[in-house]
Antibody, heavy 120, light 108 residues
Framework: QVRLVQSGSELKKPGASVKISCKTS????????INWVRQAPGQGLEWMGW????????TFARNFTGRFIFSLDTSVTTAYLQINSLKPEDTAVYFC?????????????WGQGTLVTVSS | SYELTQPPAVSVSPGQTAGITCFGD??????VYWYQQKPGQAPVLIIY???ERPSGIPERFSGSSSGTTVTLTINAVQADDEADYYC???????????FGGGTKLTVL
Protein backbone atom coordinates (compact mmCIF):
# COMPACT_ATOMS: atom_id res chain seq x y z
CA GLN A 1 0.00 0.00 0.00
CA VAL A 2 1.03 3.62 -0.40
CA ARG A 3 3.13 4.85 2.53
CA LEU A 4 4.89 8.09 3.32
CA VAL A 5 7.04 7.76 6.43
CA GLN A 6 8.74 10.83 7.81
CA SER A 7 11.81 11.19 9.98
CA GLY A 8 11.54 11.84 13.69
CA SER A 9 11.21 14.98 15.77
CA GLU A 10 13.98 17.53 15.77
CA LEU A 11 15.10 20.07 18.36
CA LYS A 12 17.25 22.83 16.91
CA LYS A 13 18.69 26.13 18.01
CA PRO A 14 17.92 29.37 16.19
CA GLY A 15 20.18 29.82 13.19
CA ALA A 16 20.73 26.12 12.68
CA SER A 17 19.47 24.00 9.78
CA VAL A 18 17.23 20.95 9.71
CA LYS A 19 16.57 18.36 7.02
CA ILE A 20 13.40 16.27 7.20
CA SER A 21 12.93 13.14 5.14
CA CYS A 22 9.79 11.59 3.65
CA LYS A 23 10.37 7.98 2.62
CA THR A 24 7.79 6.73 0.14
CA SER A 25 6.80 3.22 -0.85
CA UNK A 26 4.03 1.29 -2.51
CA UNK A 27 3.90 3.24 -5.76
CA UNK A 28 6.06 4.56 -8.61
CA UNK A 29 7.90 7.50 -7.07
CA UNK A 30 8.40 9.42 -10.30
CA UNK A 31 4.68 9.52 -11.12
CA UNK A 32 3.54 11.51 -8.09
CA UNK A 33 4.96 14.82 -6.95
CA ILE A 34 5.51 15.59 -3.28
CA ASN A 35 4.15 18.57 -1.37
CA TRP A 36 5.13 20.00 1.99
CA VAL A 37 2.64 21.43 4.45
CA ARG A 38 3.34 23.27 7.70
CA GLN A 39 1.19 23.34 10.81
CA ALA A 40 2.28 25.66 13.59
CA PRO A 41 1.17 24.76 17.12
CA GLY A 42 -2.59 25.17 17.44
CA GLN A 43 -2.82 26.58 13.93
CA GLY A 44 -4.15 25.46 10.56
CA LEU A 45 -2.52 23.85 7.58
CA GLU A 46 -0.26 25.99 5.40
CA TRP A 47 0.85 24.80 1.98
CA MET A 48 4.59 25.33 1.48
CA GLY A 49 5.05 24.11 -2.04
CA TRP A 50 5.80 21.01 -4.08
CA UNK A 51 8.56 19.28 -5.96
CA UNK A 52 8.15 17.44 -9.22
CA UNK A 53 9.50 13.91 -8.91
CA UNK A 54 9.77 13.83 -12.70
CA UNK A 55 12.24 16.67 -13.22
CA UNK A 56 13.06 17.94 -9.72
CA UNK A 57 11.55 21.38 -10.29
CA UNK A 58 10.37 23.01 -7.06
CA THR A 59 7.45 25.41 -6.64
CA PHE A 60 7.29 27.44 -3.45
CA ALA A 61 4.40 29.25 -1.86
CA ARG A 62 4.99 32.96 -1.40
CA ASN A 63 5.76 32.64 2.31
CA PHE A 64 8.35 29.93 1.82
CA THR A 65 11.03 31.32 -0.43
CA GLY A 66 14.69 31.73 0.46
CA ARG A 67 15.35 29.52 3.50
CA PHE A 68 13.44 26.47 2.33
CA ILE A 69 14.87 23.79 0.06
CA PHE A 70 13.10 20.78 -1.46
CA SER A 71 15.13 17.86 -2.72
CA LEU A 72 14.76 14.26 -3.82
CA ASP A 73 16.76 11.06 -3.80
CA THR A 74 15.06 8.92 -6.40
CA SER A 75 17.34 5.96 -5.66
CA VAL A 76 15.65 5.61 -2.26
CA THR A 77 12.27 7.13 -3.25
CA THR A 78 12.65 9.82 -0.62
CA ALA A 79 11.82 13.52 -0.57
CA TYR A 80 13.49 16.03 1.72
CA LEU A 81 12.67 19.41 3.20
CA GLN A 82 15.57 21.50 4.44
CA ILE A 83 15.08 24.70 6.40
CA ASN A 84 18.07 26.98 6.89
CA SER A 85 18.61 29.78 9.40
CA LEU A 86 15.90 28.43 11.65
CA LYS A 87 13.76 30.86 13.63
CA PRO A 88 11.56 30.16 16.65
CA GLU A 89 8.52 30.78 14.45
CA ASP A 90 9.55 27.78 12.32
CA THR A 91 8.45 25.59 15.22
CA ALA A 92 5.75 23.43 13.67
CA VAL A 93 4.77 20.01 12.45
CA TYR A 94 5.80 19.52 8.83
CA PHE A 95 3.89 17.07 6.66
CA CYS A 96 4.78 15.64 3.30
CA UNK A 97 1.81 14.84 1.09
CA UNK A 98 1.55 13.10 -2.25
CA UNK A 99 -0.04 14.91 -5.15
CA UNK A 100 -2.43 13.01 -7.37
CA UNK A 101 -0.85 11.96 -10.64
CA UNK A 102 -2.89 14.28 -12.83
CA UNK A 103 -4.84 17.51 -12.69
CA UNK A 104 -6.83 18.53 -10.75
CA UNK A 105 -4.19 18.15 -8.05
CA UNK A 106 -4.85 17.40 -4.44
CA UNK A 107 -3.24 15.43 -1.62
CA UNK A 108 -4.27 11.80 -1.53
CA UNK A 109 -1.72 10.42 0.93
CA TRP A 110 0.13 12.07 3.79
CA GLY A 111 3.13 11.38 5.96
CA GLN A 112 2.64 11.23 9.70
CA GLY A 113 4.30 14.60 10.27
CA THR A 114 7.61 15.69 11.77
CA LEU A 115 7.75 18.08 14.70
CA VAL A 116 10.52 20.65 14.47
CA THR A 117 11.11 22.69 17.60
CA VAL A 118 13.35 25.73 17.39
CA SER A 119 14.46 26.96 20.78
CA SER A 120 17.59 28.26 22.42
CA SER B 1 -4.33 37.68 -2.01
CA TYR B 2 -6.59 34.72 -2.57
CA GLU B 3 -8.16 33.19 0.53
CA LEU B 4 -10.48 30.38 1.49
CA THR B 5 -12.78 31.27 4.37
CA GLN B 6 -14.24 28.74 6.81
CA PRO B 7 -16.13 29.25 10.07
CA PRO B 8 -13.74 28.66 12.98
CA ALA B 9 -16.11 26.36 14.82
CA VAL B 10 -19.29 24.34 14.39
CA SER B 11 -21.11 22.46 17.13
CA VAL B 12 -23.70 19.75 16.69
CA SER B 13 -25.39 17.09 18.79
CA PRO B 14 -24.90 13.41 18.03
CA GLY B 15 -27.23 12.20 15.30
CA GLN B 16 -27.75 15.67 13.90
CA THR B 17 -26.40 17.09 10.64
CA ALA B 18 -23.34 19.34 10.50
CA GLY B 19 -22.57 21.72 7.68
CA ILE B 20 -19.19 23.36 7.19
CA THR B 21 -18.81 26.01 4.51
CA CYS B 22 -15.81 27.19 2.54
CA PHE B 23 -15.91 30.41 0.57
CA GLY B 24 -13.48 31.61 -2.09
CA ASP B 25 -13.71 33.83 -5.13
CA UNK B 26 -12.35 31.13 -7.44
CA UNK B 27 -14.45 28.27 -6.18
CA UNK B 28 -16.92 28.56 -9.03
CA UNK B 29 -13.97 27.67 -11.31
CA UNK B 30 -11.85 25.34 -9.15
CA UNK B 31 -12.61 22.12 -7.35
CA VAL B 32 -12.52 21.93 -3.58
CA TYR B 33 -11.14 19.14 -1.45
CA TRP B 34 -11.90 18.41 2.19
CA TYR B 35 -9.60 16.90 4.83
CA GLN B 36 -10.34 15.66 8.32
CA GLN B 37 -7.65 16.03 10.94
CA LYS B 38 -7.87 14.55 14.42
CA PRO B 39 -5.51 15.67 17.20
CA GLY B 40 -1.97 14.46 16.72
CA GLN B 41 -2.72 12.89 13.36
CA ALA B 42 -2.12 13.71 9.73
CA PRO B 43 -5.01 15.03 7.64
CA VAL B 44 -7.12 12.52 5.76
CA LEU B 45 -8.83 13.24 2.44
CA ILE B 46 -12.60 12.83 2.82
CA ILE B 47 -14.01 14.62 -0.23
CA TYR B 48 -12.42 15.37 -3.60
CA UNK B 49 -13.63 17.31 -6.63
CA UNK B 50 -16.30 19.06 -4.54
CA UNK B 51 -18.45 15.99 -3.92
CA GLU B 52 -16.64 12.72 -4.60
CA ARG B 53 -15.86 10.39 -1.73
CA PRO B 54 -12.66 8.29 -1.60
CA SER B 55 -13.07 4.63 -0.89
CA GLY B 56 -13.44 3.93 2.79
CA ILE B 57 -15.07 7.26 3.64
CA PRO B 58 -18.59 6.77 5.06
CA GLU B 59 -21.55 7.92 3.00
CA ARG B 60 -22.46 10.23 5.89
CA PHE B 61 -19.86 12.61 4.47
CA SER B 62 -20.90 14.55 1.39
CA GLY B 63 -19.92 17.71 -0.43
CA SER B 64 -21.76 20.21 -2.55
CA SER B 65 -20.99 23.39 -4.41
CA SER B 66 -22.96 26.53 -5.16
CA GLY B 67 -21.11 29.32 -6.88
CA THR B 68 -18.26 30.51 -4.71
CA THR B 69 -19.30 28.50 -1.65
CA VAL B 70 -18.83 24.81 -1.08
CA THR B 71 -20.27 22.85 1.81
CA LEU B 72 -19.17 19.74 3.62
CA THR B 73 -22.17 17.99 5.13
CA ILE B 74 -21.91 15.30 7.77
CA ASN B 75 -25.13 13.42 8.38
CA ALA B 76 -25.93 11.54 11.58
CA VAL B 77 -22.87 12.99 13.30
CA GLN B 78 -21.00 10.67 15.62
CA ALA B 79 -18.65 11.44 18.48
CA ASP B 80 -15.79 10.13 16.36
CA ASP B 81 -16.41 12.88 13.81
CA GLU B 82 -15.08 15.46 16.25
CA ALA B 83 -12.06 16.88 14.43
CA ASP B 84 -10.72 19.81 12.47
CA TYR B 85 -11.90 20.05 8.89
CA TYR B 86 -9.99 21.90 6.16
CA CYS B 87 -11.00 22.85 2.65
CA UNK B 88 -8.31 23.10 -0.02
CA UNK B 89 -8.26 24.45 -3.54
CA UNK B 90 -5.85 25.74 -6.14
CA UNK B 91 -5.22 29.12 -7.67
CA UNK B 92 -6.43 29.82 -11.20
CA UNK B 93 -3.37 28.16 -12.70
CA UNK B 94 -3.58 25.22 -10.25
CA UNK B 95 0.17 25.50 -9.61
CA UNK B 96 -0.35 26.85 -6.09
CA UNK B 97 -2.61 25.41 -3.46
CA UNK B 98 -4.34 26.89 -0.47
CA PHE B 99 -6.10 25.67 2.64
CA GLY B 100 -8.96 27.30 4.44
CA GLY B 101 -8.34 28.26 8.04
CA GLY B 102 -10.01 25.12 9.32
CA THR B 103 -13.22 24.44 11.21
CA LYS B 104 -13.28 22.71 14.56
CA LEU B 105 -16.28 20.41 14.74
CA THR B 106 -17.47 19.79 18.29
CA VAL B 107 -19.93 17.01 18.97
CA LEU B 108 -21.91 18.06 22.03
Amino acid sequence: QVRLVQSGSELKKPGASVKISCKTSGYTFSQYSINWVRQAPGQGLEWMGWMSTTNGDPTFARNFTGRFIFSLDTSVTTAYLQINSLKPEDTAVYFCARYTDSSPYYFDHWGQGTLVTVSS
Amino acid sequence: SYELTQPPAVSVSPGQTAGITCFGDLLSKQFVYWYQQKPGQAPVLIIYKDSERPSGIPERFSGSSSGTTVTLTINAVQADDEADYYCQSGDITSTHQMFGGGTKLTVL
